[in-house]
């Protein structure tokens, strides 16, 4: 039986070693794993855009022009963000005006953007902090392993109390940043993802508004829609909010 203090013989081991901040830690890993696994769930491209929904509508609105009820319903059999953002344009299109059209679609399309991003804040908040909880617990580790020496009578010429001290203290550090690394390379992961998604929904908007915005093609040049410029935008903010508190 090894008697050594200094050696991680499991995990539970190397949890106990770790301090009282391996707790808050363990915690953002579960909580991280959580949005990781529902944001991949939520986010597959079937669900997001699934392959026969434009072809479907498109038949819908050829079979029944200006059936605006018709293609309304078909957009609300699908609960994908592509079938919400259609809808709304849709419901402008007894306008016959593109811009009445283009207008729904950036506003339906920004709403979907943000259901999309949903919980990423949380990943991004907790690749920033866990690595200053594992900081914050060898500062707490290597203070105790001081005070211990400092106190021992029999510590004075034996480095290896403190070097034992500071062995457990360093754990922190590295649950912590062990925690981040996988959760920030899972953010970007997942961001890109959702870049692809709202590039793929934004062609197939600037379509759709050609086709059916205000019976031909568009006066002008349909610029880029909300639904890629709030995607931007939120990634921006998320970012700089992520390197605000790692910096503090």
């Not at 953002?28 to 491209?45: M, T, W």
């Not at 259901?115 to 690749?127: C, D, E, G, H, Q």
Request: charged share 20%; hydrophobic share 50%; net charge positive.
């Amino acid at each position: 039986m090894n008697t050594n203090p200094a050696q991680v013989q499991n995990i539970m081991d190397f949890v106990q070693k770790g301090g009282i901040m391996m707790i808050p830690i363990g915690l953002c890993s579960l909580i991280a794993v959580s949005v990781i696994i529902e944001r991949l769930i939520s986010l597959r491209r079937k669900s997001i855009i699934p392959p026969s929904f434009l072809p479907g509508l498109r038949k819908v609105m050829a079979e029944k022009p200006g059936d605006t009820v018709a293609a309304l319903e078909y957009c609300r059999g699908s609960k994908s963000a592509v079938a919400t953002v259609l809808g709304a344009g849709i419901r402008k299109i007894d306008r016959r005006s593109a811009e009445a059209v283009e207008k729904a679609i950036e506003d339906a399309g920004e709403r979907a953007v943000l259901k999309m991003r949903k919980y990423l804040r949380v990943l991004a908040v907790i690749a920033s902090v866990t690595p200053l909880m594992g900081l914050l617990g060898t500062i707490i580790g290597m203070i105790m392993a001081f005070q211990t020496v400092a106190m021992s009578g029999e510590a004075l010429g034996k480095t290896e109390m403190l070097a034992g001290g500071i062995y457990q203290a360093m754990i922190s550090t590295a649950a912590g940043l062990t925690v981040a690394i996988p959760v920030l390379i899972c953010y970007h992961w997942i961001s890109a993802k959702i870049e692809r998604l709202v590039a793929d929904i934004d062609q197939m908007t600037v379509d759709f508004v050609d086709d059916f915005g205000d019976g031909g093609p568009p006066r002008r040049p349909v610029p880029v829609t909300k639904v890629a410029r709030a995607a931007q935008k939120q990634t921006e903010t998320v970012v700089t909010a992520g390197a605000k508190v790692a910096t503090s």
